[in-house]
């Protein structure tokens, strides 16, 4: 069983890391019985896209995603806590395509997040549209208002981790109307099991 392949994204995503880590990543997946389904389409070749991750409930998210990234060898720039981001763990974290956020000071973080992709065809960004792994009432709006000021599209990905998969949706088209559109993709993750359910 092939639990990840780079062949499951546009080359114009591949971040041709080392092939070590490539095989990390896949032996990850691999140990803890975990697979990445579904793809890209070549049709985003070159495109910029929006990736929102979601049950986003606990720390073995960022693992099984970090793992995911250097299976499928894609260039993504995501956004976490800066906590995360001490230490060696931040340099690797960092080279991964992370961007330390303190959430206490958000004005910056969509601005942060567009400097640093707006110049790039072929781009990804990451993100939980939660904002966080303890439960909260309203998920953040950002990821709407940052794939319009990127003219990207949105690509729903979900952490399932009663089939232990990592899935790429299919490609959402917001309507204009924010609440509407939180509440389509609330709907859409209502089917995948999060770690800690009590949290979602």
Known sequence: MTR???QQIPECFWANRPILLQWLGKAILTVFDWR???SISEEYNNKRLVAIVAPHT???????????????????T???KHTVFRFGLGKFLSYMGGIPVDRSKPGGIIKNAIDQIRGIDGAIIALSPEGTRSKVKEWKTGFLRLAADL?????????DFKKRE??????????GNSEKDIQALK???SAFTAKRPENY
């Open 187 to 189: 709907d859409y993750y």
């Open 78 to 80: 995501f956004i976490g």
């Open 166 to 175: 990592i899935l790429f949706g299919k490609v959402f088209v917001p309507t």
């Open 58 to 76: 606990s720390n073995w998210d960022g693992i099984f995603g970090v793992a995911a990234v250097a299976g499928l060898d894609a260039r993504i």
């Open 151 to 159: 003219n990207a599209d949105i690509i729903p990905m979900s952490l």
């Open 36 to 38: 990445v389904c579904g």
């Open 4 to 6: 990840v392949s780079k």
